[in-house]
């Protein structure tokens, strides 16, 4: 049954319009703790108006146990994981020094061109590289290894023994995709070196090797070199996250003024191998912007407003989140909180936010968003958890890329003019591409109509991995075991409401079906489960099994203490509510209105409806079982 029968069928209360979320109140920081829905539901994060707020399944008064109540049809993390593993593996092109494929457009045939990309270098491959690591991991997949390997010898060829990376600067030239670029062409790639240094700390945190530890604080020494110092000790790259010539000249491309996005790098080694240096190198780059240091750079508002490329701009300050959890510096999470809350005015709030201009949204930027909000969420504002789940289920998961029946057919019908050899060869290439994250999509279909079909449908190169990632983040954020924090006492943590199984605990989500989460605990210790903020405290229910518990608040938590075996629930309302938003498109649509249709943190519909192919599916979109890649 669809969550809209359940609308009219089972309706207890319906309040008014509660908040109006519009740009103005979602200025404000708002202290975690006690300002969540006490006693009706306050929905938060969202651009627009919420109005007709109602319970559509009233939250349970007693719970069967796991074993005798039917798993709910909910978005599977770990089958998309599987599906991105197909991408990983059959992208990358053997006879082409394992290049994958920037340029992809799945509704063209041949979907995409022949030959070398020019715009995968140190983008889509450096994107790629940290993928595996993630989506092996969460997919506890062991195909293509072999691919692996190669695709990671692939990404170290471009560090220089001096450990700079160099390459081609085809990636800052995304328009030029006709470009052909030789061994004079290349430059120092800041973007790129970003990456790489990750991927090595990734690497190091999963291998333990020396190897990988020395590369990576090779290519940190290198950076800091490459970075100008201020007398205060703050830095900032002349190139910001574009290039230098050979000669340590800029260069010049459109990308110089938005700052690198290599303070999440920094901390990421730092992590990895206590390398203080680090710390330090990311504390001055984030000072640096901050400050505004860079003499020709983007300048953050005291506010957090900007004037750059979304994604770009919230990659870097996703470094600039993660440095204020790991080091609790207020001044680092506000940049972030103020940044991420701008940009949440120039989106919906159900995961469409402008890439740039108001025409397209870019899953890179969305995948920034969710990481970005799981950290602020992390640093003291839970409900940012919330804002991160609907983005994964609104866009990521929703726009996974595998051909289905429905797309084949679709890809049939626009290409048949190319005749049925070229149609079949289309969609064995696309077969290939199969678990990328669509990049360009539109506000409630693929095509992007209402706004001009800018971006329509496409697969990014960059996109593709990034959104890769935002499973990755949904994955590790949904349960962990954290240190006592601005969210409460130290134990295990459940903060989004979707299903996973767990070294603390498998995690098991009842969307749509109804606002439960259950926990069965694999470990001893005390477990921190969180309603939605939505959820009125006083409608929340506790279980230990199927006993009825008290409700112990902590923060937005309820608290229990856990032996291994114990199957943990809280129970709440589940709510609907209608969304209303408009003046977002000044440019391109300024008389456009939409209409979401909500369940809990899920967007069933949107008005108008497309008659094209359609984002929101009225339930989450559950795959079917990836191809085996052994
Ligand atoms: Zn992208």
């Known amino acids: 049954m669809d969550s809209r029968e359940k609308a009219t069928a089972r309706p207890r209360t319906k309040w008014m319009i509660l908040i109006v979320g519009s740009a103005a109140v979602l200025g404000p920081i708002r202290s975690p703790a006690g300002e969540d829905s006490a006693d009706r539901p306050i929905v938060r994060g969202l651009t627009g108006e919420v109005g007709d707020v109602k319970v559509v399944v009233p ?102 023994p001096d450990g700079k990376v160099w390459s081609h600067p085809g990636a800052f030239n995304e328009g030029d995709i006709g470009a052909k670029y030789g061994e004079k062409d290349r430059v120092i790639h800041i973007w790129g070196a970003t990456k790489i240094l990750q991927s090595l700390a990734e690497h190091h945190t999963r291998h333990n090797d020396a190897e990988s530890k ?61 390398d203080a240096d680090a710390l330090a190198f990311a504390r001055a780059y984030a000072d640096g912007m901050i400050a505004g240091v860079q003499p020709d750079g983007l300048r953050f508002a005291a506010d957090g407003r900007f004037d750059g490329h979304s994604h770009a701009t919230m990659h870097a300050v996703w470094g600039v989140a993660r440095l204020g959890l790991a080091t609790g510096e207020a001044k680092y999470t506000q940049l972030a909180k103020g940044a991420w809350d701008y940009m949440l005015t120039r989106g919906t709030g159900t995961g469409w936010f402008p890439a740039g201009p108001d025409s397209c949204n870019e899953t890179c930027c969305v995948s920034d968003m969710i990481s970005i909000a799981a950290l602020i969420a992390r640093s003291g504002y839970p409900e940012y958890f919330d804002y991160a789940e609907r983005y994964l289920r609104n866009s990521i998961s929703n726009t996974q890329f595998i051909v289905t029946p429905e797309f084949e057919a679709y890809y049939r019908r626009l290409n048949a003019a190319k005749g049925e050899p070229a149609v079949t060869a ?205």
């Open 214 to 274: 020395a590369l990576a604080r090779k290519v940190m020494l290198a950076l800091k070199k490459l970075a100008t110092w201020d007398d205060q000790g703050r830095c900032w790259f002349a190139c910001g996250m574009g290039a230098f010539k050979a000669d340590g000249s800029v260069s010049p491309n459109g990308w110089n003024r938005q700052p690198a996005p290599i303070v999440g790098p920094l901390v990421v080694y730092w992590q990895a191998t206590g």
């Open 426 to 630: 289309g969609l064995d290439a696309l077969r290939r591409f199969q678990g990328g994250v669509i990049g360009g999509t539109g506000l409630n279909d693929f095509e992007n109509e209402l706004l001009g079909r800018v971006s329509s449908f496409e697969m990014f190169g960059c996109c593709a991995p990034e959104g890769m990632r935002a499973i990755y983040t949904a994955w590790t954020e949904t349960i962990g075991r954290r240190p006592e924090s601005k969210l409460g006492p130290a134990g295990v943590y459940v903060d989004m409401s979707l299903s996973r199984t767990s070294p603390w605990g498998e995690v098991v989500s009842f969307m749509p079906d109804a606002g439960r989460l259950t926990v069965k605990a694999a470990v001893a210790d005390a477990f921190f489960l969180r309603p939605p903020h939505w959820a009125p405290h006083d409608q929340v229910r506790a279980f230990v099994g199927t006993k009825p518990a008290p409700v112990r608040w902590s923060g937005a938590y309820v608290r229990f203490d856990a032996s291994p075996g114990d199957e943990l629930t809280i129970t709440y309302p589940l709510i609907g509510f209608t969304h209303k938003v408009d003046g977002l498109w000044k440019a391109t649509a300024p008389n456009l209105k939409l209409t979401f249709r909500w369940l809990g943190n899920m967007v069933t519909s949107a008005e108008p409806a497309t008659t094209l192919t359609p984002l929101f599916l009225g339930k989450p979109r559950v795959l079917p079982p990836a191809p085996s890649l052994e």
């Open 59 to 160: 939250g349970a008064e007693s719970v069967g146990t796991l074993a005798d109540t039917p798993r709910a049809a909910d978005v599977d993390l770990k089958r998309m994981a599987e599906w991105a593993m197909n991408y990983l593996i059959r992208t990358p092109r053997p006879d082409l020094g394992y290049e994958p494929v920037f340029q992809c457009h799945p509704l063209r045939c041949p979907p995409a061109p022949e030959g070398q990309d020019p715009v995968v270098a140190c983008d889509t491959d450096a994107r790629m590289d940290w993928e595996w690591y993630y989506m092996r991991e969460v997919s506890g997949s062991n195909a293509g290894r072999e691919v692996e390997t190669a695709f990671h010898k692939r990404i170290r060829s471009y560090i220089a």
